[in-house]
């Protein structure tokens, strides 16, 4: 990638955030170590481990039974691992539980230096419990729907290894998909399935540990989806008010966009300024700049930063302005990659004469022509009959069936609690065909939210739109107009020139690629027919091993990534 980086600091990196104590992640990792363990020690047992000592005395079904508590044991080990690295307090609970029953299970099979190895990793994260203090992440009952599909793929794997396992006392060989399956669902239920053994040894083998996996996999999403929700992202009341203030007074062109309602917001200590948020994947993603006095920012990063150590969230900033980027690095020590331009136009100096804009003024003339009037006016004087069909079309219109946007969406159209907002509607014969929406941008500008037309309209109409705009302006106290967001335009407008690098061009051609579907050209060519002013944009992030992951984050957070949307299960919120 190209995209230049901001200046780093040379104050040290804050503490809690990059110089943590590395006992969560060594014990992370040991519990991998463990459950693996686990999960081997419990399957192997049960083809060809001699039982011995203990076992002599000890009936076979209990021996059994610790056998297959084992393998479960192991899979949820190896489910925490990751959670241990991110410091979580319920992930250690659920460890020392589980370290605790491994040292028990390990000593009923006589298993003495796995039990030695469960017992050092229990020894550990007691030892080091105070490091482990972050709280949950916020949940959602789709959680508990992955969940469920994660523990029977495995449930399933490795009921069919232990099957294979044993199948030299299946009596007539190893069966065939359909009873397969019929054994392996009726096992994991308790039930006798069609599959018979020469040995009661090997069927209590296999129905114990077909049972726990069961049993796992049935209770697990369960708990999941009945426990009471953690908050999800919300913008209160008195943070909306706020926060309202704030961008009419200091608001950059995407501040008002963290008025959306699926955002949760920090405020700095003297309450001047805040950082809006939303949790993605485990990365504390703010978009914009911070809101408020600039001179509170630091205040604001510094709440900010304590809500991301609290939670062993990542935390990142999404589509800065350079100004508040080269604050960031210099208060956190995280690293500043340019992610594109945002196109500005000044709406008071803007004209269609000029050779530059010839093309512009010819679409627009042509679609003029064709009987296109372009309306102008604030959402509060929007009719309810026109804010019906607007809602109606913005969804049949829409080119994908999510709404995406995050950063530089409000998420939201023709609301009443957003009077000052700006409508544009083209119509022709009396029908609309096209609308935008612009949201404010502190006293007298105002930023492209929503763009939606119709797929038989002609085109050139956002064309006529946005002129028509730029013209109006001034009559709405209007001076600068926020455009598109162009991704990556400095790679696309210096990759195609002359004596461009190979790395360049390289770059360029890939971003001309994945233009066939994410439109990343399309907008800078549109973007750059009004000549604007460019604003570089950036993304912040602590180290260069935390990029991928925060990247795949924002663009789940621009739901160019999505699941599917699930309704409520077991009730709760």
Same mark, same amino acid.
């Given at each position: 990638?190209?995209?230049?980086?901001?200046?780093?600091?040379?104050?040290?990196?804050?503490? $809690?955030?990059? +110089?943590?104590?590395?006992?969560?992640?060594?014990?992370?990792?040991?519990?991998?170590?463990?459950?693996?363990?686990?999960?081997? +020690?419990?399957?192997?047992?049960?083809?060809?481990?001699?039982? %011995?000592? *203990?076992?002599?005395? /000890?009936?076979?079904?209990?021996?059994?039974?610790?056998?297959?508590?084992?393998?479960?044991?192991?899979?949820?080990?190896? !489910?925490?691992?990751?959670?241990?690295?991110?410091?979580?307090?319920?992930?250690?609970?659920?460890?020392?539980?589980?370290?605790?029953?491994?040292?028990?299970?390990?000593?009923?099979?006589?298993?003495?230096?796995?039990?030695?190895?469960?017992?050092?990793?229990?020894?550990?994260? !007691?030892?080091?419990?105070?490091?482990?203090?972050?709280?949950?992440?916020?949940? +959602?009952?789709?959680?508990?729907?992955?969940?469920?599909?994660? /523990?029977? !793929?495995?449930?399933? &794997?490795?009921? $069919?290894?232990?099957?294979?396992?044993?199948?030299?006392?299946?009596?007539?060989?190893?069966?065939?998909?359909?009873?397969?399956?019929?054994?392996?669902?009726?096992?994991?239920?308790?039930?006798?399935?069609?599959?018979?053994?020469?040995?009661?040894?090997?069927?209590?083998?296999?129905?114990?540990?077909?049972?726990?996996?069961?049993?796992?996999?049935?209770?697990?999403?369960?708990?999941?989806?009945?426990?009471?929700?953690?908050?999800?992202?919300?913008?209160?009341?008195?943070?909306?008010?706020?926060?309202?203030?704030?961008?009419?007074?200091?608001?950059?062109?995407?501040?008002?966009?963290?008025?959306?309602?699926?955002?949760?917001?920090?405020?700095?200590?003297? #309450?001047?300024?805040? &950082?809006?948020?939303?949790?993605?994947?485990?990365?504390?993603?703010?978009?914009?700049?911070?809101?408020?006095?600039?001179?509170?920012?630091?205040?604001?990063?510094?709440?900010?930063?304590?809500?991301?150590?609290? %939670?062993?969230?990542?935390?990142?900033?999404?589509?800065?302005?350079? %100004?508040?980027?080269?604050?960031?690095?210099?208060?956190?020590?995280?690293?500043?990659?340019?992610?594109?331009?945002?196109?500005?136009?000044?709406?008071?100096?803007?004209?269609?004469?000029?050779?530059?804009?010839?093309?512009?003024?010819?679409?627009? #003339?042509?679609?003029?022509?064709?009987?296109?009037?372009?309306? &102008?006016?604030?959402?509060?004087?929007?009719?309810?009959?026109?804010?019906?069909?607007? *809602?109606?079309?913005?969804?049949?219109?829409?080119?994908?069936? +999510?709404?995406?946007?995050?950063?530089?969406?409000?998420?939201?159209?023709?609301?009443?609690?957003?009077?000052?907002?700006?409508?544009?509607?083209?119509?022709?014969?009396?029908?609309?065909?096209?609308?935008?929406?612009?949201?404010?941008?502190?006293?007298?500008?105002?930023?492209?939210?929503?763009?939606?037309?119709?797929?038989?309209?002609?085109?050139? &109409?956002?064309?006529?739109?946005?002129?028509?705009?730029?013209?109006?302006?001034?009559?709405?106290?209007?001076?600068?107009?926020?455009?598109?967001?162009?991704?990556?335009?400095?790679?696309?407008?210096?990759?195609?020139?002359?004596?461009?690098?190979?790395?360049?061009?390289?770059?360029?051609?890939?971003?001309?690629?994945?233009?066939?579907?994410?439109?990343?050209?399309?907008?800078?060519?549109?973007?750059?027919?009004?000549?604007?002013?460019?604003?570089?944009?950036?993304?912040?992030?602590?180290?260069?091993?935390?990029?991928?992951?925060?990247?795949?984050?924002?663009?789940?957070?621009?739901?160019?990534?999505?699941?599917?949307?699930?309704?409520?299960?077991?009730?709760?919120?």
């Amino acid at each position: 990638m190209t995209g230049r980086d901001l200046a780093r600091p040379t104050t040290p990196k804050l503490p $809690g955030i990059l +110089t943590a104590s590395r006992a969560p992640r060594l014990l992370g990792t040991l519990t991998y170590v463990v459950g693996t363990l686990d999960l081997l +020690t419990g399957l192997l047992h049960s083809w060809r481990v001699h039982l %011995h000592g *203990l076992t002599e005395v /000890l009936p076979g079904a209990l021996s059994d039974a610790a056998a297959a508590a084992t393998v479960v044991s192991g899979i949820f080990l190896i !489910v925490l691992g990751h959670s241990l690295k991110r410091r979580k307090r319920r992930a250690w609970r659920a460890a020392v539980a589980l370290l605790t029953l491994s040292v028990v299970l390990h000593a009923i099979k006589t298993e003495p230096a796995s039990a030695l190895i469960s017992l050092v990793g229990l020894g550990l994260l !007691v030892r080091h419990r105070a490091e482990f203090r972050a709280l949950g992440d916020p949940t +959602t009952r789709w959680r508990a729907v992955r969940a469920f599909v994660l /523990l029977l !793929v495995v449930s399933v &794997v490795i009921g $069919g290894f232990v099957l294979w396992l044993n199948r030299r006392d299946l009596v007539g060989g190893f069966p065939g998909l359909g009873d397969l399956v019929q054994e392996l669902g009726l096992g994991m239920v308790g039930l006798d399935g069609p599959v018979e053994f020469s040995q009661d040894r090997a069927a209590d083998i296999v129905g114990f540990l077909l049972l726990g996996l069961g049993l796992m996999t049935l209770l697990t999403p369960v708990y999941l989806a009945l426990r009471p929700p953690e908050p999800r992202p919300s913008l209160t009341d008195a943070d909306e008010v706020a926060l309202r203030r704030l961008v009419g007074l200091h608001g950059d062109s995407l501040a008002y966009f963290n008025t959306r309602r699926d955002k949760s917001v920090v405020w700095s200590a003297s #309450g001047k300024s805040a &950082v809006a948020y939303r949790v993605v994947s485990g990365v504390m993603l703010a978009s914009g700049d911070p809101v408020g006095d600039p001179e509170a920012w630091p205040g604001a990063i510094q709440a900010f930063l304590a809500e991301a150590r609290a %939670h062993a969230w990542t935390p990142a900033v999404l589509g800065c302005s350079e %100004h508040a980027g080269t604050i960031w690095v210099r208060e956190t020590g995280f690293t500043a990659l340019e992610l594109g331009d945002e196109a500005v136009v000044d709406a008071s100096a803007f004209t269609l004469a000029g050779r530059p804009m010839r093309n512009v003024r010819q679409m627009v #003339g042509r679609v003029a022509r064709a009987g296109y009037a372009v309306e &102008v006016c604030r959402v509060r004087d929007v009719t309810a009959e026109v804010r019906d069909k607007a *809602l109606a079309d913005a969804a049949a219109w829409r080119s994908s069936a +999510t709404e995406r946007g995050f950063s530089m969406a409000l998420g939201r159209l023709l609301e009443e609690s957003d009077p000052e907002c700006v409508f544009v509607a083209a119509r022709q014969d009396g029908v609309v065909r096209a609308f935008l929406q612009f949201v404010p941008w502190g006293p007298d500008g105002m930023s492209l939210d929503v763009m939606r037309r119709d797929a038989t309209a002609d085109a050139g &109409v956002n064309e006529l739109m946005i002129t028509e705009t730029l013209a109006a302006a001034p009559g709405l106290g209007v001076q600068r107009v926020s455009l598109n967001f162009a991704a990556f335009r400095s790679v696309l407008e210096r990759g195609g020139k002359l004596g461009a690098g190979p790395v360049l061009k390289a770059w360029r051609r890939v971003l001309l690629f994945a233009s066939r579907w994410l439109q990343i050209e399309s907008l800078y060519r549109f973007n750059a027919k009004f000549q604007p002013q460019w604003q570089p944009r950036f993304l912040v992030y602590p180290s260069g091993s935390d990029l991928p992951r925060v990247g795949l984050a924002a663009l789940e957070a621009e739901a160019f990534l999505t699941w599917p949307k699930l309704g409520r299960l077991g009730g709760g919120a």
